[in-house]
């Protein structure tokens, strides 16, 4: 974790506010386009948030919008949050890396800009065409937008048939906005140039779920997992806790290692080889031997 002093709270559209945050104890952790950070709040809430600063600066900036439905998170940081205030935040991750490519299409709705903000600027710094389609009945960073990259970045509903015809064939394109937006861009775009975060999971359904042993390799122990409890929380309740922030499969900050077994993967990530999510995944066979 690194200790960060709130340095600025900033309205930048309807419902949505920019907080750039400063180490405390010195420099915060570098990263790239794509990541993004676990915030813990004074009242002892979790929140995930994408970086959407500059990857040189010293400072980190993220943008949180008021959920009319808030569980407490967004509501506390628009309405109790203030300059000067120190917090705990997480070394950043990523799991929507940008990738080099000749063009790069981007497409935003609402605040699905932030991860994608870093993106473009960095795409275009590299020389490579780059287009975005920004929609929503908010629109944070607009100005900057506007003043940093002009005619290249288009204000309106997206077409998405229409851009999945005309797109280069070289180009690659980064999506991440409501779930109607995704799914259909999952529909039009072709799988393998296709890049997108989620910040809620989607619906699906998934077979029932079944008993079965999580072997700890290195602690020795055997933790019993039920059909009713997670991975995740019977690791914690065996005494062997986690860190955890989503519990939803969408932000990465439980990634485990796993040696032997097959998992069952219920994330939006789509973990690397070796890894999976405790807060979602579970097993296939009756055992799952565990790097912990």
Known sequence: MQKALIDDIS?????????TLRGADGPLAGWEPGAHIDLTLPNWLTRQFSLCGDPGSPDYRIA????RLSRGGSEYVHDHLRPGRTVSISLPRNTFPLVPAPAHLFVAGGIGITP?????????????EVRLVHSGRSLPFAEELRREHGDRVRFERPDLPALAAELAPEAVVYCCGPESMLAEAEEVFPAERLHVERFR??????????AFEAVCARSGRTVPVEPGDTLLEALRIAGLPVPSGCREGVCGSCELRY????????????????????CVSRSVTDRLVLDL
């Open 11 to 19: 309205p930048i559209a309807d419902g949505v506010l920019a907080l």
């Open 64 to 67: 949180v919008r008021r959920e």
């Open 116 to 128: 994608i903000l870093p993106m473009l600027h960095a795409a275009a710094a590299s020389g490579s």
């Open 201 to 210: 999971p989607r619906t699906r359904t998934f077979p029932p779920n079944t």
């Open 259 to 278: 040696l032997d077994g097959e998992p069952e993967h219920r994330d939006d990530i789509g973990p690397a080889d070796g890894r999976l999510y405790p």
